[in-house]
């Protein structure tokens, strides 16, 4: 079975998992946590590194040790850690960390308080009244682990996977379609090529000469577990992951045809096929038609241009096409000329190992010298999250200063000075006004008490953007893909502040995030509130991420004018200048 990043990340998250709910050093946890995370958003795969004689230990936060593990799980699927841990606690007491609300504390507790090992056993607990006894929990608690254990034992929706994750298993695949004799050409479509948040099964096409082994070569993947259904022309499998894959084989002259209808969505092919209706045209998967059944004559469908052409319409990018409009806007020539990763200038939310971080200063604006971006702002945690080493006035200010002496010696790039603050229960910063007043920008975050009422949570950011030094709202949702939902909020209300008050707001490269999401983008857009795109790198390597943000951006409708680290330093100063 061959090993993906997603499958080394899994690993490493079970290990932090599991030596928390041990108790086991923080610092430790932390690292395998650290180790997870950079793994599951690596552009290139650990598996083809290794076969390459790579040096792992390069990658940030991995050392030999960890190199050492990574080696063992691609060569073996697990890891002698790993398996010790898994006789030390029962196999199934990692089911409870599914359950939103449920970390390794909480299960830790739950294990040894109610013995607790399983999703059923934690949901017999809640419906019992038991686990209100436990410190810390309360009937409250109780009703959400109720609520949390009923959807997870009765899903309603099929899985889905983060988007970085389906797009390395497509990449993986696609390389190897492509080394397949007769294959001409293979793309991937569907909700991956949408660049939606999450992927449920992955569309790929191909073309081919006559005779091509595509399908039975597709069905013989090494990573395929079960195969679904294989004919001439098309088949589907089902991943050892669980990820179900659709291959479809079409002519040359069929693909943008083709293109179109598998990439979706379905809301949107609905709407095209309705215009083409009206217009006397039929289309489908092989084309665009005029004329009556049996004696159409085929008008367009090589390329998508000349099928969207046949309607009277501009080419739709596929970012747009959800039936929000896009339809509308191609036939009066009003589509947005969507963000480009070229179009960013700056990342205004970057960390370095003075918190959580794991490179210097000077890597980081190396790196993003390279990355083709002419600043960054520096964004270390404030001190309020002790886990990240988070930075108090005192080693706020001697950043501060060796960031004007780093500056002094850069050419053609900047270093901003900011800040990641947390945002208080009250709506106060974690840091005074006397050091908030030293920096260039405020990032201001929530990183607790998520569980807030709508109206709290919306005034507490309400208080928070009214500070004095206030410049970026940042992940202003919250949420983590899979991990957990947005707390509530009225964002309406929290957009119009923000453009009253002259600050921004974020959206979150990092793809656990994607933070805001697409229809958000769309309501900033409409507000007239800039929208700061980030990376939230906390490594050298994390600005490959900014490449995700691009895609939410371009769902949400943004221009390079609508992004504000679009704007050149000379443009972008003034504008912080106001928040502060």
Request: hydrophobic fraction near 40%; aromatic fraction near 4%; glycine fraction near 10%.
């Given at each position: 079975m061959p090993i993906h990043n997603a499958d080394i990340a899994a690993a490493f998250n079970e290990i932090a998992d599991r030596l928390e709910i041990e108790a086991a050093n923080p610092f430790r946890v932390r690292?395998?946590?650290?180790?997870?995370?950079?793994?599951?958003?690596?552009?290139?795969?650990?598996?083809?590194?290794?076969?390459?004689?790579?040096?792992?230990?390069?990658?940030?936060?991995?050392?030999?040790?960890?190199?050492?593990?990574?080696?063992?799980?691609?060569?073996?699927?697990?890891?002698?850690?790993?398996?010790?841990?898994?006789?030390?606690?029962?196999?199934?007491?990692?089911?409870?960390?599914?359950?939103?609300?449920?970390?390794?504390?909480?299960?830790?507790?739950?294990?040894?308080?109610?013995?607790?090992?399983?999703?059923?056993?934690?949901?017999?607990?809640?419906?019992?009244?038991?686990?209100?006894?436990?410190?810390?929990?309360?009937?409250?608690?109780?009703l959400q682990v109720l609520n949390a254990t009923t959807a997870h034992l009765n899903p309603r929706q099929p899985q889905r996977f983060k988007r970085v994750v389906a797009e390395a298993v497509a990449e993986s695949l696609l390389a190897w379609l492509r080394s397949v004799p007769g294959v001409l050409r293979a793309e991937a479509a569907g909700s991956l090529r949408r660049m939606r948040d999450t992927v449920g099964d992955l569309d790929l096409l191909v073309t081919v000469r006559k005779g091509s082994p595509v399908m039975e070569r597709?069905?013989?993947?090494?990573?395929?577990?079960?195969?679904?259904?294989?004919?001439?022309?098309?088949?589907?499998?089902?991943?050892?992951?669980?990820?179900?894959?659709?291959?479809?084989?079409?002519?040359?002259?069929?693909?943008?045809?083709?293109?179109?209808?598998?990439?979706?969505?379905?809301?949107?092919?609905?709407?095209?096929?309705?215009?083409?209706?009206?217009?006397?045209?039929?289309?489908?998967?092989?084309?665009?038609?005029?004329?009556?059944?049996?004696?159409?004559?085929?008008?367009?469908?090589?390329?998508?241009?000349?099928?969207?052409?046949?309607?009277?319409?501009?080419?739709?990018?596929?970012?747009?096409?959800?039936?929000?409009?896009?339809?509308?806007?191609?036939?009066?020539?009003?589509?947005?000329?969507?963000?480009?990763?070229?179009?960013?200038?700056?990342?205004?939310?970057?960390?370095?190992?003075?918190?959580?971080?794991?490179?210097?200063?000077?890597?980081?604006?190396?790196?993003?010298?390279?990355?083709?971006?002419?600043?960054?702002?520096?964004?270390?945690?404030?001190?309020?999250?002790?886990?990240?080493?988070?930075?108090?006035?005192?080693?706020?200010?001697?950043?501060?200063?060796?960031?004007?002496?780093?500056?002094?010696?850069?050419?053609?790039?900047?270093?901003?000075?900011?800040?990641?603050?947390?945002?208080?229960?009250?709506?106060?910063?974690?840091?005074?006004?006397?050091?908030?007043?030293?920096?260039d920008l405020v990032v201001g975050a929530v990183h607790q008490r998520f569980d807030l009422t709508r109206a709290r949570q919306t005034d507490r950011l309400l208080r928070a953007m009214g500070q004095r030094y206030f410049s970026i709202l940042a992940h202003p949702t919250g949420r983590l893909i899979g991990e957990r939902e947005p707390y509530e909020v009225d964002l309406l209300r929290v957009l119009r502040h923000a453009r009253q008050r002259g600050c921004f707001v974020e959206l979150n490269a990092q793809p656990a995030r994607l933070d805001l999401d697409d229809q958000a983008c769309q309501m900033a857009k409409a507000e007239g509130v800039l929208v700061s795109l980030n990376s939230d790198a906390h490594s050298v390597l994390d600005y490959d991420d900014l490449r995700h943000g691009v895609g939410q951006a371009r769902r949400g409708w943004l221009e390079k004018a609508d992004v504000l680290n679009t704007r050149p330093l000379a443009e972008l100063r003034p504008l912080l200048a106001r928040t502060m």
């Open positions: 690292a395998y946590r650290n180790a997870a995370r950079m793994v599951g958003e690596l552009g290139r795969s650990v598996r083809t590194m290794i076969e390459q004689g790579a040096d792992l230990d390069a990658l940030p936060g991995v050392g030999p040790d960890l190199a050492g593990k990574m080696r063992e799980i691609v060569a073996t699927g697990t890891c002698a850690l790993l398996e010790r841990l898994r006789k030390e606690l029962p196999p199934a007491i990692t089911e409870l960390l599914a359950v939103p609300g449920i970390g390794p504390k909480r299960a830790r507790a739950l294990h040894h308080e109610l013995d607790v090992q399983t999703v059923e056993q934690l949901h017999q607990a809640a419906q019992q009244g038991r686990i209100r006894t436990l410190p810390g929990f309360g009937p409250k608690t109780e597709f069905v013989g993947y090494e990573d395929v577990h079960h195969v679904l259904a294989q004919g001439p022309t098309r088949a589907s499998v089902v991943l050892k992951s669980g990820m179900q894959v659709d291959l479809r084989a079409v002519p040359g002259e069929s693909f943008g045809a083709a293109w179109v209808y598998f990439t979706g969505s379905k809301a949107h092919n609905i709407a095209l096929r309705r215009l083409a209706q009206d217009q006397g045209l039929k289309i489908n998967e092989y084309g665009v038609y005029r004329g009556a059944e049996g004696e159409a004559e085929r008008v367009a469908g090589e390329t998508e241009a000349s099928v969207y052409r046949a309607v009277g319409l501009s080419l739709i990018e596929p970012e747009l096409r959800e039936d929000r409009g896009e339809l509308e806007a191609a036939r009066h020539r009003r589509l947005p000329v969507l963000l480009q990763r070229a179009n960013l200038q700056g990342d205004l939310h970057v960390h370095t190992r003075d918190s959580d971080g794991h490179d210097s200063i000077e890597a980081m604006a190396e790196a993003a010298r390279a990355q083709g971006l002419a600043y960054i702002a520096i964004t270390d945690h404030s001190r309020r999250l002790a886990v990240t080493h988070g930075l108090d006035p005192v080693r706020l200010a001697q950043q501060i200063d060796r960031i004007d002496r780093i500056n002094e010696r850069l050419q053609g790039f900047t270093v901003l000075k900011g800040i990641e603050v947390d945002i208080l229960e009250d709506g106060t910063l974690d840091l005074p006004d006397s050091i908030l007043q030293r920096l």
